[in-house]
Each structure stands twice: as structure tokens, then as C-alpha cells.
């Protein structure tokens, strides 16, 4: 594989085969089939020049700098929480927070790539501990927390979708083509399963909008649950707070994990925040990478194998399976020479240089522009958001305040009534104690 020849790191890193043969349940033909059609897309999406360098937020590996700003912009967004019910790591999709001009088609796809990179270094290691165990858990407890730890290392990921959404008019038009071409990806290239929760809040619209949303709705529905079957469901809001409901009952999350345009706290500046500093660790873990490299390479190696065997024990039917995996990978390129012909169109055969594009400190004067447009774009957004949660607190207070008014204005005209009655009563008393005198 080219993959293996440019880029054995990041192969190995980024398309570890233990992952992918868990994904196709220990069937090793097919886990390699699916590791070649990794690497096909991948070098399509993301082209000859970085489909093999790492995927990273620091902008010279395989995002650009317009591909790390459209991921900052929040599509797609990783809540702060996992979801308490299920442990699995939930993925907010909302179209509305596309870039316009800027988060084209492919971009979206890389974005994906790299939000299915780090959830699968978050659950390499369990998943691999399920693996080495498998057959204890088989023979284990049937308990309800290991049966949903199961269901959490077979589905890592959980995809929040919001399709339909009242709350605003001027959002994209859902695009058929990037909907099947994603899903498809999804479901045939990454190495772990997900699922797919489709959200659709049509319930304040108006009159002549609902219409377009539910036709949207009955539309998402038949064409989502088409490609991906039973791993997703359909979630429409018929009255307010259904949707609220679920991502707090039936999911886990906490009021500060939901998004705030559902009714949560939850905002996209605080992603933006988490890009930011998976940004620094990244950087810090390729300058730590670089130093191991210079050290590793002016000192004697003679003692690698020996200690190699002895401080990192690999249980042998792991490491037999990564094996097999390699090898039937590198048969399986030979029936998919679609690869091979894209590669070799493409010049892929040239050595790469260490660094292809300039970084971030080095940028030509369009592509600060580009920059500086961009993160305007997201600021005025973050201002609207901010401007619209205020607006919607300020309007939760005055309708509390008109509440509480009404109260105190029945409460006014009950004392109004009691005090007449109590005039009344007063002035018949003094009535019958003049008569009687």
C-alpha cells in the first residue's frame, strides 16, 4: 500500500488494523477490504499532496488552514460530555453552522475524518482490552453496566443530527449528494460503528414553513434510515420540550452538554475553546515526536529488539491478527487497484516532502485575508448566538415577570374583595349596635 510506504507512522496511528478488525468482527477479509477502501478515500478526499501526512488542527498536516476554520465554525462539534447513559462520545451535526463559500463538500469530509481519528484514539484502549478479553466477556456477567459497555465499544460514537430546526429560515439546503456520500463513508471506510440520532424541532414554526420542514422531515427519515438501517432513529419534536426529554432521560446529557439552540447551555465557542487546545497538545506531541526521532537516531539501537520483547508484551493473538490484517491488506489492494491507478495518476509515487504547505506563521497575504474573513464570519456568529441567548433569557424573564404580575394582580382583587367584605360586615355591625341602643 502507498500508505504504508509514505507514511508507516500514520498508518499506523491513524488506521490501526486491531480497530478494523473488531469493526468487521474478527473477519480478517473483510477488515482488510475495508482498510484499503480506508486509504482510497481518504486519498481522494483529501488529494496526493496530504492525504498521508497526520491529521492534526496545526495546519500543515492533512487539514488546511480553511479546513481547521471550518471545523472551529462547528460542524462537526464534540459535547464537552459523554453521554452518561450510553458512555458513548456524542457528535453535534448542525448545518447552520456551515461557512458559506468555505465548507464545501470535501471539507466537511475532512473535518469528519479527523472527529473519527480522535474518538478512535479515545477508545483504542478499551477496545482493545475487549478484544484481548473476549472470550471471558462471553462467558462473563450479564449485568445491565456490562451490557452497556459493550453496546459503548461496539458504537463509540453517537451522531446528533439536527435536520429540521424553526428556529431559523436562512439555514443550507439539505444536499442529497454530500448526505449519501457521508453516511456512505461513514458506514463502509471508518474503523468503528456509530450511530445516527436524525433531531427534527418543526413544532413553533409557521404555518407556511411547516410544510417545507415536514416534507424535509419525511424525506430525511426515508433516505437516512435507507443507507443505514437499524443504527439510527428519528426524533421529531410534536411538543416543546420532547427533544429536551430525550437527550436528558434517554441519552445522559447534562443541561450544559446540550446544545442551547435545543434548550441547553451548551454553545459553540466552547468547541471552538476545545479546538484551541487540542491544537497546543498536538503541537506539543509532534515537537516530543521530533526530539524521540533526533535522540533515537544519534544513539545505538542494537538493544530495541531485545527490550522491544521484554518491556512490551503484545498477546499473541493480537499481534497474529494486526499481522494478518497487514498481509491480507496488501492482497486485497491487488483486487482494489483503483487505489494503485488514483496513486499513480496522481504522482503519488514521488517522496513527499517532510512539510508541504507553509504553517500557520508563514502564510502568503491571501491566505491571511482568507484567515482574517474567516474568523470574522465566526465571531459575528458567536455575537449573534450571544445576542440571541440574551434576547431569549431577557424574554424568559418578562414572560416570569408577567406571570408573577397576573398572580399578584389576582391576589390584589381577592384582598379588594375580602376588604369590601369585610366593610360590609363592618358597617351592618355598627347598624345593628345603633338599633339596639
Request: proline fraction near 4%; include cysteine.
Given at each position: 500500500l502507498q500508505a504504508l510506504q509514505k507514511a508507516p507512522k500514520v498508518c499506523e496511528t491513524e488506521s490501526d488494523p486491531l480497530l478494523f478488525v473488531k469493526r468487521c468482527n474478527f473477519d480478517m477479509w473483510s477488515a482488510a477490504k475495508r482498510l484499503c477502501l480506508y486509504w482510497k478515500e481518504r486519498l481522494s478526499i483529501f488529494g496526493p499532496q496530504r492525504a498521508f501526512l497526520p491529521l492534526t488542527l496545526t495546519g500543515d498536516g492533512a487539514l488546511t488552514v480553511e479546513d481547521v476554520m471550518s471545523l472551529h465554525a462547528g460542524y462537526p462539534a464534540i459535547l464537552p460530555e459523554h453521554a452518561a447513559s450510553t458512555g458513548q462520545c456524542v457528535v453535534f451535526l448542525d448545518r447552520r453552522a456551515w461557512l458559506p463559500y468555505v465548507s464545501t463538500v470535501e471539507r466537511r469530509l475532512r473535518t469528519i475524518f479527523y472527529i473519527f481519528?480522535?474518538?478512535?484514539?479515545?477508545?483504542?484502549?478499551?477496545?482493545?482490552?475487549?478484544?484481548?478479553?473476549?472470550?471471558?466477556?462471553?462467558?462473563?456477567?450479564?449485568?445491565?453496566?456490562?451490557?452497556?459497555?459493550?453496546?459503548?465499544?461496539?458504537?463509540?460514537?453517537?451522531?446528533?443530527?439536527?435536520?429540521?430546526?424553526?428556529?431559523?429560515?436562512?439555514?443550507?439546503?439539505?444536499?442529497?449528494?454530500?448526505?449519501?456520500?457521508?453516511?456512505?463513508?461513514?458506514?463502509?471506510?471508518?474503523?468503528?460503528?456509530?450511530e445516527f440520532h436524525v433531531l427534527n424541532m418543526p413544532v413553533w414554526s409557521s404555518?407556511?414553513?411547516?410544510?417545507?420542514?415536514?416534507?424535509?422531515?419525511?424525506?430525511?427519515?426515508?433516505?437516512?434510515?435507507?443507507?443505514?438501517?437499524?443504527?439510527?432513529?428519528?426524533?421529531?419534536?410534536?411538543?416543546?420540550?420532547?427533544?429536551?426529554?430525550?437527550?436528558?432521560?434517554?441519552?445522559?446529557?447534562?443541561?450544559?452538554?446540550?446544545?442551547?439552540?435545543?434548550?441547553?447551555?451548551?454553545?459553540?465557542?466552547?468547541?471552538?475553546?476545545?479546538?484551541?487546545?487540542?491544537?497546543?497538545?498536538?503541537?506539543?506531541?509532534?515537537?516530543?515526536?521530533?526530539?524521540?526521532?533526533?535522540?533515537?537516531?544519534?544513539?545505538?539501537?542494537?538493544?530495541?529488539?531485545?527490550?522491544?520483547?521484554?518491556?512490551?508484551?503484545?498477546?499473541?493473538?493480537?499481534?497474529?491478527?494486526?499481522?494478518?490484517?497487514?498481509?491480507?491488506?496488501?492482497?486485497?489492494?491487488?483486487?482494489?487497484d483503483t487505489v494503485t491507478a488514483v496513486a499513480e495518476s496522481s504522482n503519488v509515487s514521488q517522496p513527499q516532502p517532510r512539510r508541504t504547505t507553509h504553517s500557520t506563521t508563514h502564510l502568503t497575504k491571501e491566505e491571511k485575508e482568507a484567515k482574517r474573513k474567516l474568523a470574522d464570519v465566526i465571531k459575528s456568529r458567536r455575537k449573534r448566538e450571544r445576542k440571541r441567548k440574551e434576547f431569549s433569557t431577557l424574554k424568559e424573564e418578562v414572560a416570569q415577570l408577567t406571570q408573577e404580575n397576573q398572580s399578584l394582580q389576582r391576589d390584589e382583587e381577592q384582598l379588594q374583595q375580602l376588604l369590601q367584605q369585610a366593610q360590609q360586615l363592618a358597617q351592618q355591625q355598627e347598624e345593628a349596635s345603633s338599633n339596639n341602643s
Open positions: 481519528k480522535v474518538v478512535a484514539e479515545e477508545f483504542r484502549p478499551a477496545i482493545v482490552r475487549s478484544m484481548e478479553s473476549d472470550e471471558e466477556a462471553k462467558n462473563g456477567s450479564n449485568s445491565q453496566d456490562s451490557k452497556q459497555q459493550q453496546h459503548t465499544l461496539q458504537y463509540p460514537v453517537l451522531f446528533l443530527g439536527l435536520v429540521a430546526h424553526a428556529g431559523r429560515t436562512s439555514y443550507h439546503e439539505l444536499e442529497a449528494p454530500w448526505v449519501y456520500r457521508a453516511l456512505t463513508l461513514f458506514q463502509s471506510a471508518m474503523p468503528i460503528k456509530f404555518r407556511s414553513k411547516l410544510e417545507k420542514l415536514q416534507h424535509l422531515i419525511k424525506w430525511t427519515a426515508e433516505y437516512v434510515l435507507y443507507i443505514l438501517g437499524s443504527s439510527a432513529e428519528i426524533h421529531t419534536e410534536s411538543e416543546k420540550g420532547q427533544l429536551m426529554k430525550h437527550l436528558q432521560v434517554d441519552i445522559g446529557l447534562s443541561l450544559k452538554s446540550i446544545p442551547a439552540c435545543i434548550g441547553g447551555d451548551w454553545e459553540f465557542k466552547e468547541f471552538q475553546e476545545w479546538c484551541k487546545v487540542q491544537s497546543g497538545k498536538e503541537r506539543e506531541l509532534k515537537t516530543l515526536a521530533e526530539l524521540t526521532e533526533n535522540s533515537s537516531s544519534s544513539s545505538p539501537i542494537s538493544t530495541a529488539s531485545s527490550n522491544q520483547s521484554t518491556d512490551n508484551p503484545t498477546p499473541l493473538s493480537l499481534a497474529t491478527a494486526a499481522t494478518s490484517t497487514r498481509h491480507f491488506a496488501a492482497a486485497a489492494a491487488s483486487s482494489l
